[in-house]
């Protein structure tokens, strides 16, 4: 004779019980308006919130239908979002389980949003620091090549960006062309695989620039940083080109360590 299943509720596992609990606390993002279609604002409110911190990895999102419930859109949207989030391994997507926030060390840092996003996540020092690690392997080395390869109309671009920066009438202006100048280079160096890489970091150095740009009081002697690089650039001056970069550099280390705390050990 069959034993008869006791009544009551089903008791919950422990696996359930945290995916439960990950979904109890999940924050709802602020949804952005007036901008950009609805699914990437969508994809922007909950990948900031995941790179933020916000939303830690492990966490297992809402499904579709309280994300549409929640940002008063239709399901179709939340889900064009989610493959947002996916091809950026933000997130993972399974059967029966749900979207999961993929571990940090997973995401594509080097993506345009994911950078700009984490660029605001309060270990924002952290984040310029490891952003001049990465401009210390790559832009001297980018300026030598630009410096024995450049051709004349490349760098009639990075001349005219450089000057662009000492004339800018606005700092959005300034930060602009400082941007084109950096960018402008990575061009000038002719390599294949530098190029595509000035266009992913634009939004970061964007970033880092307005910060060093808005909060120091020695913008001529910044400029007289970026005019050496250009100068020794146009003298095709390989090694100079590669120590001015270096100098320019370091001075926004200084800057970042002088006025940004410290990063936990």
Known sequence: MRAKTPNGPKKETTSDSGNAAARRHTAIPVLPRGRGNIHTNIAEAIGRSIVRGDIPPGTILPNEARWASEFKVSRSAVREAIKILMAKNLIVSRPKIGSRVEAKDKWSLLDHDVLSWYATAPDRAGFLKSLQQFRHIIEPEAAALAAEYRTEEQ???????????????????????????????????????????????????????????????????????????????????????RKAVRKLLQHSDDFIGEHLPRRPR
Do not use: W, Y
């Open 155 to 241: 760098m009639e671009e990075i001349t005219a960006a450089c000057h662009g920066m000492a004339t800018a009438p606005t700092l959005s202006d300034r930060t602009q062309a400082d941007v084109r100048f950096h960018l402008a280079i990575l061009k000038a160096s002719n390599n294949e695989l530098l190029v595509p890489m000035g266009v992913i970091i634009n939004s970061a150095l964007d970033n880092l620039f307005v910060f060093i740009t808005r909060e120091a009081n020695d913008l001529r002697f910044a400029q007289d940083l970026h005019n050496n690089i250009e100068r020794n650039i146009r003298l095709r001056k390989v090694e100079g080109a």
